[in-house]
């Protein structure tokens, strides 16, 4: 019979049906205990993860039996996706299943951060009134610069020309970049230029890591918010922090960082004045989206098996 290893949480109705049809064992915490994730990786068929389970070389190495890696999301940096390839293990995302998510928190939060919310209610709750002190803005007429224009970035576009703003995308990979009623696409510098929004959409790559640094927040001549909803190491977060302290940025939002969760190094260095919006990786984690991820994977799974 078919064995599957799920090593992080999924949904007791995804998991049942699995059970159906496999011999399943199930350890949401099994990503942490890594002797015993080496040691009886090579008796399962499949492997279902999340985020947390590093499907590096070490574990693979002693998988000789795996045909199927599930990740319970859409980022694949931690899956050695190549060496997945040559061992002819078919890795399998959750594409667009968290989509919709994302797309509500990039536009909740610039919504939030250009009417300065963070810092109305850090002052309020401290017995302030900065009803005058504190300017904020409408988002319509606002130009949105998209990094990035895959999945989620579409549907980002989308659901921002509805609030008003202009979109403007940059996507090097992008085949067709016939600019529609809802983007304009650019070069990166005009992204950095005449954005008053700035939200990542990119994989980690070595291409994208320390993508947004020194130099890129030097050209951001509109102060713009930065939002980050890919990968934390796509953002130096030194030289973020740097530019919101000289007034380079106005605000950001990140809902991904470099080490997750955050180290104390970073953390001392937000304020309660800061015009910023801090998040431990949920942009893309509802109850909705969880079930759709969840139930996507269990169904390629399904397929996988049978079709095999």
Sequence with gaps: MIKILITEF?????LDLLKDKFKVYYDDQLWEKIDELKEIINDYDGLIVRNKTQVN?????????????????????????????????????ATGMNADSVVEYVASSSLSLI????????????????RTSIKSEEIKGKVLGLIGFGT?????????????????AYDPYLKDQTSDQNVKFVELDEIYGTSNIISLHLPLTDETKNL?????????????I????SRGSVINEDDLIEAYNVNLISGFALDVFENEPIKESFYNKIKSNMNCIL????????????????NFITEKTLEFFENR
């Design 152 to 168: 989620i970035g579409k549907k980002v576009s989308n659901y921002c020309s509805n609030l008003g703003l202009n979109v403007i």
């Design 57 to 93: 070389q070490d574990i693979l190495k002693k998988s000789n039996n795996l045909k199927f890696v599930g990740r319970l999301g859409v980022g694949l940096d931690n899956i050695d996706t190549k060496f997945c390839e040559e061992k002819n293990i078919h890795v399998q995302p």
């Design 279 to 294: 998040t431990p990786h949920i942009s893309g984690v509802t109850t909705q989206s969880n079930e759709r991820v969840c």
């Design 10 to 14: 999924i949904n007791q109705n995804s």
């Design 226 to 229: 930065i939002i980050n909803t």
């Design 115 to 130: 009417k300065k919310i963070p810092l109305f209610h850090n002052r309020t709750i401290k017995g302030d009134w900065p």
């Design 212 to 224: 947004i640094n020194k130099s890129s927040f030097s050209k951001m001549k509109e102060k713009p």
